[in-house]
């Protein structure tokens, strides 16, 4: 967890680079969620150094730029995308989620009533920004239809809109391994499956994910699994992934959430701890013909495998 519910705190770019930020002038603060300043980072045409752009409530102010970004900018400033001006990307323009494009999204999602209502509730908690977007739980909940899953795991629940979205479409012979080591946060969640009649479909597994991961390997449920979804501790991202492989089938899906961690990922100048960890999964699985991959640049971006 650890993911904004905007997914927008904190956009970068890759120096090597050569991209043009195209700014949306009037956008609207989100009526749903907190509107937060966003910090950008934005490739310099001219050198390889990126500059540092601040964003308040949708208001995009630009320093420190070379001269032809300006006029770029200037140029555009109602389109919200973003140029890869690299010959091999064919110039694509990619779409840049502004507060106001945002907040048209979430009007265009179909979020359940009793999500809504475990989403407000967790608002007020501290750590709600770990809370996945509605638009990625949606996602979440048709992957599983579109699957057919019928047995999934969660690693992370929080307070559980997500597994809660999930739950809500599995079939009635369905079930779901919920595995969160914070009993206070549990307690919303089983409050919430309850509300919403999917608790019979709900198996908790308090403690640390990894040994309950390990618990069902031993009890002889390896290959068993249809779809899972992480979102929990970055660091143990690797060893999540080795557990889950053995869990589930071929052919199954597993979704890793914070997988853009903010931007902080693609700027080569931050190395802490978390971010090494997810850039190096990102590397890992990139790599692993294990599996199929796709990175979306949902929420706090996620990236969804298929066990080959």
């Not at 700014?23 to 603060?29: G, L, V």
């Not at 010959?87 to 507060?99: A, F, L, R």
Request: net charge positive.
């Amino acid at each position: 967890m650890g993911s904004s519910s905007l997914g927008l705190h904190h956009w970068s770019v890759l120096a090597s680079q050569r991209v043009i930020l195209l700014p949306q002038n009037s956008a609207k603060p989100l009526q749903k969620f907190h509107s937060l300043p966003i910090t950008v980072t934005v490739a310099s045409i001219a050198t390889s150094r990126a500059s540092s752009v601040r964003c308040h409530r949708g208001c995009f102010g630009f320093t420190a730029f070379n001269r032809k970004l300006r006029k770029s900018v200037r140029g555009c400033a109602t389109n919200p995308f973003v140029v890869a001006n690299d010959e091999k990307y064919g110039n694509k323009q990619v779409i840049s989620i502004t507060p106001q494009v945002y907040d048209y999204i979430l009007a265009n999602v179909r979020e359940p009533e009793v999500l809504r209502q475990l989403r407000e509730e967790t608002a007020s908690m501290r750590g709600s920004q770990m809370q996945v977007s509605p638009d990625q739980a949606q996602l979440l909940a048709m992957l599983v239809q579109i699957h057919g899953a019928e047995k999934c795991i969660e690693v992370g629940v929080y307070t559980g809109y997500s597994s809660l979205a999930t739950a809500l479409v599995l079939p009635e012979s369905g079930s779901l391994v919920a595995c969160e080591r914070d009993g206070r946060s549990l307690e919303v969640a089983k409050k919430y499956y309850d509300k919403a009649n999917v608790s019979h479909k709900v198996r908790v597994k308090y403690g640390l994910a990894a040994d309950a991961l390990r618990s069902l390997i031993l009890s002889g449920e390896a290959c068993s699994y249809d779809f899972a979804f992480v979102d929990a501790d970055k660091r143990m991202y690797q060893e999540y992934f080795e557990l889950l492989l053995q869990l589930v089938k071929v052919g199954g899906l597993i979704v890793f959430d914070n997988v853009l961690w903010h931007g902080k990922v693609a700027d080569l100048e931050v190395n802490d701890a978390k971010t090494v960890s997810i850039r190096n999964f990102n590397t890992s699985i990139m790599q692993d013909k294990r599996v199929s991959i796709s990175m979306v640049p949902i929420g706090d971006g996620m990236t969804i495998c298929r066990k080959r």
